[in-house]
């Protein structure tokens, strides 16, 4: 960690020696996500509207593929102020910003319609901010889709069919609770050992939207994609307190419509990326089941129920998107 707070303060030394001119503020936006990726191409769309509605005055260097650091690591250099925007999982957010951790409750979302309007709604606008008193400004959302389950030997068609089954999870608590309500057995794993595990049956299965399944090569080894869309997490764009807080007011606005824009043109980016992957995998062999999202509703519900015992107050903003 102290190596790679180094290496950016040294990249944005040589950075800020080369401003020629000094009226120009440069932001420093660094993410963990490969240039193909489509949050990637939003982030694009946020740097071009900025620099178009700015006059150039405010400028953005991305540095993506994970060059300074893992999400967590970024997010520390956000709150000291050596970089000033990223992008972010609103999992790993969920470890600084409690509030986070509301969006990822299995079925929070009836759809993504439903989705979208409580992100760009009260509630999402609510959480955004709620980073502020840890350095960490909520921009917009990015669509990172709906995780789903796929397996290998044995098809998903009712939570019943989860009995047994060995489903590899990210290290998250709830996502944890979730495959244990549902009847299988969670199995935390690194991402990058999961394709080995599922082709060697370590594991039976995995849970992710549909650009990552066919990028990880997880469809080579899995016969089923069952679109149960348990979870929605979305990405956030954020902006350190630090950085934030130096703009003047017209700054700020135009650091704010930049980045509103670019969540609707990611949005556009994240489904063509999916109506793609699920061309691929199809074409690869995989079954597509389409479940009865209900039945694997009613049986999480002791995900919420538990999560609402240890955080009773944040039951009000959940309420508050159940009935919007």
Same mark, same amino acid.
């Given at each position: ?82 970089? #000033?925007?990223?992008? +972010?999982? $609103?999992?790993?957010? /969920?470890?600084?910003?409690?509030? *986070?951790?509301? =969006? ?70 709830? #996502?944890?609770?979730? +495959?244990? $309500?549902?009847?299988? /057995?969670?199995?935390?794993?690194? *991402?990058?050992? =999961? ?130």
């Amino acid at each position: 960690m102290m190596n790679k707070i180094i290496c950016a303060f040294l990249i944005l030394f040589v950075l800020q020696g080369c401003k020629k001119n000094e009226e120009v503020k440069l932001m420093y936006l660094a993410h963990t996500l490969p240039q193909t990726h489509p949050v990637h191409k939003g982030i694009l769309e946020f740097q071009k509207a900025l620099n178009e509605k700015s006059g150039g005055k405010i400028k953005i260097k991305i540095f993506p593929d994970g060059q300074l650091g893992s999400e967590r690591e970024v997010l520390e250099l956000l709150q000291i102020g050596s970089v #000033a925007v990223t992008k +972010v999982s $609103a999992a790993t957010l /969920s470890n600084f910003v409690p509030e *986070y951790h509301i =969006l990822g409750i299995p079925y929070l979302f009836r759809d993504k319609q439903h989705q979208f309007e409580v992100l760009e709604g009260e509630v999402g606008k609510a959480i955004l901010q709620k980073g502020s008193k840890f350095w960490l400004r909520g921009l917009c959302y990015y669509d990172a889709g709906s995780r789903s389950f796929y397996t290998s030997n044995k098809a998903i068609r009712t939570p019943k069919d989860l009995k047994g089954l060995k489903i590899r999870v990210m290290n998250n608590q709830m #996502a944890i609770n979730m +495959v244990e $309500a549902l009847g299988g /057995s969670p199995t935390p794993m690194a *991402y990058g050992e =999961l394709y080995t595990a599922i082709q060697q049956g370590v594991v039976d299965g995995a849970e992710n939207n549909p650009p990552s399944f066919v990028s990880s090569n997880h469809y080579e080894v899995s016969k089923y994609y069952t679109l149960d869309q348990h979870s929605s997490v979305p990405d956030v764009l954020l902006i350190g307190t630090k950085f934030w807080d130096k703009l003047n007011d017209q700054e700020k606005q135009w650091v704010q419509e930049a980045a509103d824009e670019s969540s609707q043109a990611e949005k556009v980016f994240w489904q063509q990326s999916v109506d793609a992957s699920m061309a691929k995998a199809k074409e690869a062999g995989v079954e597509i089941i389409i479940p009865e999202k209900s039945l694997f509703q009613e049986q999480s519900k002791s995900v919420l129920e538990g999560f609402l015992k240890e955080h009773p107050e944040m039951s009000e903003m959940i309420n508050k998107i159940k009935n919007q």
